[in-house]
């Protein structure tokens, strides 16, 4: 089991930055992929950033360039810059762990967290 606490989301003008936290309730060192996806109203949720455990990263095309995403496992945390935000990308933010385990592999998901980007 994993539980996951998104932090950071709120409201910001285009052009601005915010950065989204994601802590985790176990040492994150061993959890295969950790990711971030996003969902507005009427749209299924999609992937935004994903960082596996050896580091290597994926973007969206639409945020590449903009968001950068990390992990720091000392701090059982993932991180998502978002630079030069757009109205687009007003959406919840889902944090996502992916473990392979002796049973299987399962997915874990957090509270989500609001991000709008609005003048």
């Known amino acids: 089991q994993v539980q996951l606490v998104e932090s950071g989301g709120g409201l910001v003008q285009p052009g601005g930055s915010l950065r989204l936290s994601c802590t985790a309730s176990?040492?994150?060192?061993?959890?295969?992929?950790m990711s971030w996806y996003r969902q507005t109203p009427g749209k299924q949720r999609e992937l935004v950033a994903a960082?596996?455990?050896?580091?290597?990263?994926n973007y969206a095309d639409s945020v590449k360039g903009r968001f950068t995403i990390s992990r720091d496992n000392a701090k059982n945390t993932v991180y998502l810059q978002m630079n030069s935000l757009t109205p687009e990308d007003t959406a919840v933010y889902y944090c996502?762990?992916?473990?392979?385990?002796?049973?299987?592999?399962?997915?874990?998901w957090g509270q989500g967290t609001q991000v709008t980007v609005s003048s």
């Open positions: 996502n762990a992916f473990l392979i385990g002796v049973r299987g592999a399962f997915d874990y």
């Open positions: 176990r040492s994150i060192s061993s959890i295969n992929r």
């Open positions: 960082i596996a455990g050896g580091g290597s990263t």
